[in-house]
């Protein structure tokens, strides 16, 4: 059973225009959440986390939504760069022992267009 | 300076042989982590390390999977009587410490079982 889904495998957007990427997670034991990037080849690369205590995070360009009752996060980039064309992953983690095991989603492949 | 390397990059072996996948992590961390990511999923966690100890075993999927780190920095995870099932990307990553300090993937070593 998926404890983190991210339910579109798929966007395309307009370079310029805003990209939202949705999650959604089952474990109300997660109180940590990140979104990571992944190009070809490449292993993921960290972008931005936000904790269950807050409901917004910023940096630069991206920011991340987080709906603890609805159990739901989103991933907007605004604007929209061609450099961001890549697979968004969802992660989650309950810290438990020292261990920061994350759970991904399945991930949505963002492409942005000139 | 250098990121978590891993070695080899690509691994194919026959169904029933077994295999040894390095990863370096970056130095002077002292957590590792070593995920799984099957064509089409999101990164799987297998085991997490804190210096020499495995901490956190509770995603190896069975006995023929284990991973060593004896002085606290290089990991092997080693698989025995591979099957064709085990075919998936390998990925390590490592933080400074335990809990929440963001983790470093490598590049991952794909492994292909024929």
């Known amino acids: ?33 990140l979104w990571y990037k992944k190009y070809p080849a490449e292993g993921p690369t960290f972008l931005i986390s936000i904790s269950s205590i807050k409901d917004k995070n910023e940096d630069g360009r991206f920011t991340v939504f987080l709906n603890k009752s609805a159990k739901h996060l989103s991933l907007h980039i605004v604007p929209s760069q061609p450099g961001d064309s890549a697979v968004y992953f969802c992660a989650a983690s309950a810290l438990r022992g020292g261990s920061e095991k994350l759970v991904f989603g399945k991930g949505t492949k963002l492409t942005v267009n000139p | 300076g ?18 040894e996948l390095r990863c370096d992590p970056i130095s ?8 799984r990511q099957s064509l089409g999923q999101g990164p799987e966690f297998l ?38 099932g085990d075919s998936a990307v390998y990925l390590c990553a490592s933080s400074l410490t335990s809990g929440r300090d963001e983790q470093f993937f490598g590049p991952g070593t794909r492994l292909t079982v024929l």
């Not at chain 1, 404890?3 to 940590?32: A, H, W």
């Not at chain 2, 100890?53 to 591979?82: W, Y």
Request: glycine letters at 8%; aromatic letters at 12%.
């Open chain 2, 28 to 35: 002077g961390h002292t957590a590792l982590y070593w995920y």
């Open chain 2, 2 to 19: 250098a990121g978590v390397s891993q070695t080899p990059s690509n691994k194919v072996t026959e169904k029933g042989k077994y295999v």
């Open chain 2, 47 to 84: 085991i997490y390390f804190q210096g020499t100890g495995a901490a956190d075993d509770s995603g190896l999927p069975n006995d023929r999977f284990f991973a060593v780190r004896p002085e606290g920095s290089v990991s092997t995870l080693k698989i025995q009587r591979t099957e064709r």
């Open chain 1, 1 to 33: 059973d998926q404890q983190v889904k991210q339910n579109s495998p798929s966007l395309s957007v307009q370079e310029g225009r805003i990209s939202i990427l949705n999650c959604d997670y089952t474990n109300s034991m997660f109180d940590y959440f």
